[in-house]
């Protein structure tokens, strides 16, 4: 069984800061590793997505991701956030069959 | 560009009323899904359906049933509506394949 916890619930930050949103993950098989963002009142949308392949994944928005296979990582980074970043973001994944094992969500709180 | 679209964003019904949630894909998608979303609570699926006519149990099935009789459509059923299903419904399909889920917008249920 999967399972994925995102270590902070509620992210504040400043437009132009840097930021890191935290995933890790726990299955006994290889996994896919997924990171959606949902805007307020909408359904979730892909950011990125890691198959296989460069750790480094690089997704819309200027958001990208490493994935780290010795700590089960996944962490979410986007050097200089704006206004428009503010959302709830979701760390998701696939271990077996085609089940999303989804994070609790992390929501990024970006202030002028 | 994969649509999934849902039939109300907004639903407002008093306990005990019949209740239907419907989900619609249009890019041949085999599975589709049903989750809700509470504050706190992240994603629970409810319901998935891999085939027409065939569905499985997630999470949290109680109080609710599906029904999948066209590959493009899965709906959701509260046989009887309580208060504590009001929730953010969100319906998703995906390939088989690496798991990729795509969501519909969400449909925003209060139970009165």
């Known amino acids: 069984a999967q399972s994925v916890t995102q270590l902070d619930s509620q992210v504040p930050v400043f437009e132009e800061a840097p930021v890191e949103l935290r995933c890790n993950y726990s299955?006994?098989?290889?996994?896919?590793l997924f990171w959606y963002v949902q805007y307020p009142n909408q359904g979730l949308q892909l950011l990125l997505k890691?198959?296989?392949?460069?750790?480094l994944v690089k997704g819309i928005n200027g958001f990208e991701a490493e994935f780290n296979k010795s700590q089960t990582s996944f962490h979410l980074r986007k050097p200089s956030v704006h206004i428009s970043d503010t959302a709830e973001y979701f760390c998701a994944v696939n271990g077996a069959g085609n089940m999303l094992t989804f994070g609790g969500g992390t929501r990024l709180m970006v202030k002028p | 560009d994969v649509k999934v679209t849902q039939s109300s964003r907004y639903l407002v019904k008093r306990t005990g009323e019949k209740v239907f949630l419907e989900c619609v894909q249009d890019m041949d998608h085999e599975n589709m899904f049903w989750y809700r979303q509470d504050p706190g609570l992240g994603l629970r699926l409810i319901y998935f359906s891999y085939d027409v006519k065939m569905k499985e149990k997630g999470d949290i099935p109680e109080g609710y049933s599906v029904s999948r009789e066209k590959k493009e459509r899965f709906s959701l059923i509260l046989e009887s509506a309580s208060t504590n299903q009001t929730s953010m419904y969100l319906c998703a399909s995906s390939l088989w394949g690496d798991g990729e889920q795509y969501f519909g917008p969400g449909t925003r249920l209060t139970v009165t």
């Open positions: 299955s006994s098989v290889s996994v896919y």
């Open positions: 890691y198959l296989s392949g460069s750790t």
